[in-house]
Structures are given as structure tokens and as C-alpha cells.
């Protein structure tokens, strides 16, 4: 063969189909027969015929070279990539094979190879490619074809490739989730559980049901609840429980639990099944060493309390408050963990705090979850505050204990800045200081120590929530208790509680938060100032009161008329 690599490729077709197939079979058998075709020049002709309609056969070639270290290195430095990435962006699929051969052996423990079908666009267009292969296959029926092996086949292959195969077209979309719950996908992978030992098999299934596409959807949802599904995940669960670590088939059972737990009408189908304990399961998995499962029995534990009915009931259970509380002192392997872990655990105490049968259980430990808004981990925060505000409704002692702690305080109004870009923290900080603020007894002089804090600024930010009334009102209360008890209202003139109002009294506000608005425009009328301000709010209280929809709001505009009068 050395004399056929000295040779230049002859262009008669028919030789050059000869040299080719020779070429084929001298590299299948020797990777050094390779090696020499780079030396004698052949490369650059092999990369010419990628061009041509002798594609196909060149792009094999060159992927059985690149099998080869070092012809990979050459393949790189000769700009070979780019013109297959072309073949894949649009070639007949015998070519597209071949092309995808040669590439995947380039980017084999290359990541220069890889970087550069990257930045030759590449992963795009096999993406691309990939779709529209798998389009057509289902619009020949390949997914009722599929289905039909699953419903009949033993034979562990060809279940664990149907089943990679569905797995991989739920990525399409609706059209063929909807596809799959008509032809009743659950069902039948759900009988492949409970029958398989074959672990690939069930790992594969378990990865169709966990798919986020078809999970995500309620019907779906109440299917796996219907099938039995959710105790087939625990019995994979509990698998791992002597385990250091949940390895990918106990992870993928454990996220599709939680995520069918968290639909409340199964949630509530669950707390009320008498032969499926799933509480004594998530305590058994809470109070046990592996960390995921930790995690999951805490999630689980707080998809379940979010009824007032279900809280009672959970929160009667004196172990369950407790190994929340406990999973909070655990030491755990690296901070991640350590952040799921407690974050999920102060999530479900978030939800039972929210029942009052559950406060009086949760109230004693306030201490450990105040220790939690005072750490440098907004995940954690932002949980331990909604939790605290919670325990805080409804107990005068408490909110009064917690206003007069002014360090306190003053962590929680400092948090909105500390965290501009958490959500949670930005909504949840204010209504806090807010609750405290209307629950907790308050004296002239105890109300000037709050607002000495800043609170006032950080309340503020709440009546501009529009899309949140309630929260709104939640803002204008805590702003009225405040002018109520202040002597001197310049402290909440200078907040800039007067264009905080005007911003409310658009006739697409919620008519209650116009009204407590308009409330704080009469409670500081008298202390307004500036040619500007009162002209605007005559001209606010102009239009007011020619709204003959909203009688509440003129009566009240037409009184601070007559008292600037």
C-alpha cells in the first residue's frame, strides 16, 4: 500500500472509488497506515473530496484516522473540522453518520477539537440535525412503535433503548408529552418498574417518568400517583439508605417524588392513603445519615404542609418538628450540601408556621431560626425570615419582644441591600419589619426607636408591589400605625411617603390600597410643604372626586380638601 500513498488520488471516479475503498480498508487495519497517508499529502486531497459526492467515503477515512492521538493533532492544525461541521448542517444521512464518526473521534480527549466544533457552530447545527431526525421518526409512528415494544418486550435491550428513545423526543416539546399521555406512558413504564430487575432498565425508566417535560405536567403527575408509582420510588429510595450516597437512579426517584407531592390534590390523596405512610417514610429518610435523603424527606415533609389541615396534623406529631430542627444541627459534607439541606428543612418549617396549630408547637424554638437570618447565606435567610414572620401573626408578646431587639432590626432592614438580586429576601425583609411593626404594642417612644433603624424607606418599597395587593396593604398599615404614634412625621415625609402615595392613586390600583393611600395623604396633609407637592395633590384630589365608581375614595378626597382649606 506505500506505493498507493505516494500516489496522488486519480480523478477517473472509478479509480478514485477504488483508491478510497483501499485507502478504508488499510486504516481499518493499521492506524500506522494512517499516519503515512498524513505524510505522503493524502489529507489534503480527503479533505477536497468532502465537497464532493464522494463525501461519504472520505469522512470515514478520516474518522477511522482519528482514532489515532496524533492524527487528531494533525487533523486540528490542518482545519479539517470545519468542513465537516458543513457535511452536518446539510448532507444526506449516510453522510451525516460518517461526518458525526469523524468529529466525535476528533473531539475524543481533545478539548482544543471540541473548542473548535464548538466555535465552528458545530453543537448547533447537530442540535439542529438531531431535531429534525427525530421529527421525522415520529411522524412515521416511531413512538407508537416504541410503545408497542415496551408493552410486549422482556428483553432488557430492547426495553432500555425504547425507553432512552422516548426519553430523548419529550425534548420536543407539548405536541409530544400530550402524544405520550394519550398512548398512556405511565402506565405502561410504570408495570416496567414494578416487573425489571435489570437496574439499566429501571434507571431508563425512571428517567422517562423524571423527564421535566412530561413531569411537569399535572396529568401526568396524577397518573404516576394512580399507577402506584410513588411507592415503587421508595422502595428505590430506601435501596440507598445503608449508602454513603444516593447514587443516579435514587436521585432521579427522589426528584420525581418530590415533584408529584408538591400537585396538592395528590398531596392531599397521599396524607390521606391509609396503606402508603409517606410521612413515616420522610421521617425515616430525615432522621437517618444520607444527606440527600435528608434533604428529601424535608421537601417532601413541606409539600405535604401546605394545608392548614395537613399542618395540624403534621405538627401533632412531636418527632416531625423536631427532626427539622435537628437536620438544622447536623454537620454535613461540604457547604452545598449543607445549604440544600437546611434550606429545605426551613422551607418546611416555613409551611407549618403558617398554620396556628402548629405556631404554638414552632414558637419556642424562634431563637434557632432568628440565628438564621443574622448568616451570610441568602437561601437560608430568606426561609428563616418568611418563617419568623409567620411565627410573629398573631403574638403580641413576641412581635413586641423582637421591635424592641434594635440590632435585630436593623439586620433585617440592612438585608434588601445586602441581597438586592434575591427575590425572596427583597419581599420578604419588608413584610417582616412590617408585621412587627402593626403586631408588636408600640408607644410614641418605642415607635421613634424603630424608625431610628430605617425601617420606614424599606416598608415604603412594599405599597409600590402593585401587582401584590396584599402585600400593598400590608406596607400602608405598618405606615399608618407608625404616623398614628409619631409626634413628629418628618422622618416619614422625608422617606418620601407622599410620591409612595401618589404613585397608588391611579384608578388601576386595588381600590383598598388607594384608600389606605389616600388615608396617609390626610394623616400628613398638615405637615406638607413645597408650591410642587400641593399642586400635585390638588390636582390628584381633583380627579378624585369627579370618580363617581369609587364613592369611598371621593368622600375621602373631598375631606382633605376641605381640611388644606
Given amino acids: 500500500?506505500?506505493?498507493?500513498?505516494?500516489?496522488?488520488?486519480?480523478?477517473?471516479?472509478?479509480?478514485?472509488?477504488?483508491?478510497?475503498?483501499?485507502?478504508?480498508?488499510?486504516?481499518?487495519?493499521?492506524?500506522?497506515?494512517?499516519?503515512?497517508?498524513?505524510?505522503?499529502?493524502?489529507?489534503?486531497?480527503?479533505?477536497?473530496?468532502?465537497?464532493?459526492?464522494?463525501?461519504?467515503?472520505?469522512?470515514?477515512?478520516?474518522?477511522?484516522?482519528?482514532?489515532?492521538?496524533?492524527?487528531?493533532?494533525?487533523?486540528?492544525?490542518?482545519?479539517?473540522?470545519?468542513?465537516?461541521?458543513?457535511?452536518?448542517?446539510?448532507?444526506?444521512?449516510?453522510?451525516?453518520?460518517?461526518?458525526?464518526?469523524?468529529?466525535?473521534?476528533?473531539?475524543?480527549?481533545?478539548?482544543?477539537?471540541?473548542?473548535?466544533?464548538?466555535?465552528?457552530?458545530?453543537?448547533?447545527?447537530?442540535?439542529?440535525?438531531?431535531?429534525?431526525?427525530?421529527?421525522?421518526?415520529?411522524?412515521?409512528?416511531?413512538?407508537?412503535s416504541l410503545m408497542e415494544y415496551l408493552k410486549h418486550s422482556t428483553d432488557p435491550t430492547v426495553l432500555r433503548f425504547s425507553l432512552n428513545i422516548i426519553s430523548t423526543f419529550f425534548d420536543l416539546g407539548d405536541q409530544i408529552t400530550d402524544m405520550a399521555f394519550e398512548l398512556n406512558t405511565v402506565p405502561i413504564v410504570a408495570k416496567i418498574l414494578k416487573s425489571q430487575e435489570d437496574e439499566s432498565v429501571r434507571e431508563a425508566a425512571v428517567d422517562v417518568l423524571g423527564n421535566y417535560n412530561f413531569l411537569s405536567k399535572p396529568l401526568t403527575q396524577m397518573q404516576l400517583y394512580q399507577s402506584g408509582v410513588l411507592s415503587i420510588l421508595v422502595d428505590i429510595i430506601n435501596t440507598s439508605l445503608d449508602e454513603s450516597a444516593c447514587d443516579a437512579l435514587d436521585r432521579s426517584a427522589c426528584e420525581i417524588l418530590v415533584v408529584v407531592i408538591s400537585h396538592d390534590g395528590i398531596a392531599q390523596l397521599v396524607f390521606e392513603d391509609t396503606n402508603f405512610d409517606m410521612v413515616a417514610e420522610a421521617l425515616r429518610w430525615l432522621n437517618g445519615y444520607q444527606e440527600h435523603l435528608k434533604g428529601t424527606g424535608a421537601v417532601v415533609i413541606g409539600n405535604l404542609a401546605t394545608s392548614d389541615l395537613r399542618c395540624a396534623a403534621l405538627a401533632s406529631n412531636p418527632q416531625l418538628v423536631d427532626s427539622l430542627l435537628a437536620a438544622l444541627h447536623c454537620d454535613y459534607s461540604s457547604d452545598e450540601m449543607m445549604a440544600k439541606v437546611k434550606h429545605a428543612a426551613l422551607s418546611a418549617l416555613r409551611n407549618l408556621s403558617i398554620c396556628e396549630t402548629a405556631k404554638k408547637t414552632l414558637r419556642p424554638h424562634l431563637p434557632i431560626l432568628l440565628s438564621y437570618i443574622r448568616s451570610d447565606m441568602p437561601m437560608l435567610i430568606f426561609k428563616a425570615v418568611a418563617c419568623v414572620r409567620a411565627l410573629v401573626r398573631g403574638s403580641k408578646a413576641i412581635a413586641t419582644d423582637l421591635a424592641s431587639d434594635k440590632q435585630l432590626v436593623k439586620v433585617v432592614v440592612e438585608l434588601p441591600d445586602r441581597f438586592k438580586y434575591h427575590s425572596g429576601i427583597q419581599g420578604e425583609a419588608p413584610r417582616l419589619l412590617s408585621t412587627l411593626i402593626v403586631e408588636a404594642t408600640q408607644t410614641s417612644e418605642t415607635i421613634s426607636e424603630l424608625v431610628s433603624t430605617g425601617v420606614v424607606p424599606v416598608v415604603l418599597k412594599m405599597t409600590q408591589t402593585k401587582e401584590y395587593p396584599k402585600i400593598q396593604v400590608e406596607g400602608w398599615?405598618?405606615?399608618?400605625?407608625?404616623?398614628?404614634?409619631?409626634?413628629?412625621?418628618?422622618?416619614?415625609?422625608?422617606?418620601?411617603?407622599?410620591?409612595?402615595?401618589?404613585?397608588?392613586?391611579?384608578?388601576?390600583?386595588?381600590?383598598?390600597?388607594?384608600?389606605?393611600?389616600?388615608?396617609?395623604?390626610r394623616m400628613v396633609s398638615g405637615s406638607l410643604k413645597g408650591k410642587e407637592t400641593m399642586d400635585a395633590l390638588k390636582k390628584h384630589l381633583a380627579r378624585l372626586l369627579t370618580n363617581e365608581e369609587d364613592i369611598p375614595a371621593q368622600q375621602l378626597a373631598k375631606e382633605i380638601k376641605e381640611s388644606l382649606n
Fill in 477 to 521: 398599615l405598618a405606615i399608618q400605625k407608625i404616623l398614628n404614634l409619631l409626634k413628629d412625621h418628618e422622618a416619614v415625609l422625608s422617606a418620601g411617603v407622599f410620591s409612595s402615595c401618589e404613585e397608588c392613586l391611579s384608578d388601576e390600583t386595588n381600590p383598598n390600597v388607594r384608600i389606605l393611600a389616600l388615608n396617609i395623604i
Fill in 1 to 144: 500500500m506505500a506505493e498507493l500513498f505516494k500516489a496522488p488520488l486519480v480523478r477517473r471516479p472509478s479509480v478514485i472509488d477504488q483508491h478510497l475503498a483501499q485507502l478504508l480498508q488499510a486504516v481499518c487495519i493499521e492506524v500506522q497506515a494512517g499516519n503515512e497517508l498524513i505524510e505522503d499529502g493524502i489529507l489534503s486531497q480527503l479533505i477536497e473530496l468532502l465537497d464532493t459526492d464522494r463525501a461519504e467515503r472520505a469522512a470515514e477515512i478520516i474518522a477511522e484516522m482519528a482514532k489515532s492521538e496524533d492524527n487528531r493533532i494533525t487533523f486540528i492544525q490542518q482545519e479539517v473540522i470545519p468542513p465537516l461541521v458543513n457535511l452536518v448542517q446539510g448532507s444526506a444521512p449516510h453522510v451525516l453518520r460518517q461526518a458525526c464518526r469523524a468529529l466525535g473521534n476528533m473531539c475524543f480527549e481533545s478539548q482544543t477539537g471540541r473548542q473548535i466544533v464548538f466555535t465552528e457552530g458545530g453543537v448547533a447545527a447537530l442540535a439542529i440535525r438531531l431535531r429534525e431526525v427525530q421529527r421525522e421518526a415520529i411522524s412515521h409512528g416511531m413512538v407508537q
